[in-house]
């Protein structure tokens, strides 16, 4: 009888260190704390993020050539956690122009949009978090191309290719590094792409208020 029962206490213990764990994803007051990947009592949040990557040639401001560019928001929050004030301000890090096709730069920091009416939802940069929440108690940690690691905040800290690229221009190995403030909210976000030695492509500042 004592064989039989240590051979099966063996087998949970076998089974259960064998299954992979991973963190639970945060409690949000609402979906646009979720978008923002906002956990607390939270009264004011200002952020500027640097994408490197991003370039174009027309905005509701600018009719020209940029690359990069500069989203700085500040947002105010009443207590049940929605927004009551909102301002927003996009720029380009640097703009440019083709001579005898080749491309001239300028760093000048010219604007390409501003509101101060805030649709959280049109901020795709922030939805990383939400979508890869698949219930209430799980991280996606595999998609058709990708998988996902997390830290104990339960952050992304690691995006990889599955086997073979799909796609010729799709990087395949992303990293997440975070600074964090006492709140457990991270206060310091860098994103880079491992497939060039490393590099940086967003990086994003926040500044947090609570009540």
């Not at 259960?16 to 764990?21: A, D, P, R, S, T």
């Amino acid at each position: 009888m004592n064989t039989i029962l240590t051979f099966i206490l063996f087998l949970l213990f076998a089974i259960c260190q064998g299954q992979e764990k991973f963190n639970v994803p945060k409690k949000f007051k609402n979906d646009t704390f979720a978008f923002l990947d906002l956990s607390g009592q939270v009264k004011n949040v200002t952020w500027t993020s640097w994408n490197y990557m991003a370039i174009g040639n027309a905005s509701n401001f600018y009719k020209g050539y940029y690359k990069g560019i500069i989203d700085s928001c500040s947002l105010k929050f009443d207590t049940r956690g929605e927004i009551v004030k909102s301002k927003y301000i996009k720029k380009s890090i640097q703009t440019y122009k083709t001579v005898k096709d080749k491309f001239v730069f300028k760093n000048e920091k010219v604007l390409l949009d501003s509101t101060s009416t805030i649709d959280i939802k049109e901020f795709s940069y922030y939805l990383n978090y939400k979508k890869l929440i698949q219930d209430d108690n799980l991280l996606k940690l595999t998609d058709e191309i990708y998988n996902f690691k997390y830290n104990a905040f339960a952050d992304l800290t690691e995006k990889k290719c599955i086997g073979e690229k799909k796609y010729n221009s799709l990087s395949c190995h992303y990293i997440y590094e975070y600074i964090y403030d006492k709140k457990n909210n991270w206060i310091e976000k860098s994103v880079f792409d491992l497939d060039n030695g490393k590099e940086l492509i967003t990086k994003t500042k926040r500044q947090i208020d609570y009540y």
